[in-house]
């Protein structure tokens, strides 16, 4: 039987509201700025060219309008997956400002330079793990050889080239993007947009 190839694109949103405030974002639902609504129809035109069929968005605000640049480019309907979205890191922290965070809170805000460390009120980083790799292998199954996009964030996308590559240290752009190639449990990374990171050791890495 010939190997059915899987393809998905994994795209970060735009620049948001909360970037340019300098607000501790994680779960803080905030909107795409005008920069950020430009960005995405940049992503969408670039999008345009893969031939994708599926579109899939975390539920948060700035994964949404991301998404509908992309479903307005394309002509697909997206798709909401509540499970796709960003990581709650920074508990007590989310939508504050980081002058504000630090004066109140400066305990917690030491903790963050350890992305696998737990501020007051966060998703542990065990419990977003497992939530992402689960729901990214139930989405596996109805993937098909023609591309799909899934629109979700930084630290999705961080998570994902640590636990499937064991890629670390890695800055991911506003409306990054990555091909993600999938053979039952065998995944695959190539067209690299936006994102930096220094090497790959679980799987193979292009």
Known sequence: MTPIYKVLYLVRHGQTTGDIEDRFGGSYDDHLTPH????SKE???ALQLIGAESLYASPLIRAQETAAAISEATNITCRTLPDFQERNRYGVLSGLLRSEAARCFPGEVKKINDEKSNVEGSETYSAFKKRVLFTLDKLKHDLTESPSILVAHGGIIR?????LFDIQHVKVGDCAYFKLTV??????????QGITFRSASKAYYK
Not at 159 to 163: D, R
Not at 183 to 192: A, N
């Open 159 to 163: 998570l994902l080239l640590n636990e």
């Open 183 to 192: 053979l039952d449990d065998i995944y695959e990374i190539s067209d690299v």
């Open 36 to 39: 950020g609504r430009e960005q």
């Open 43 to 45: 992503v969408a035109r």
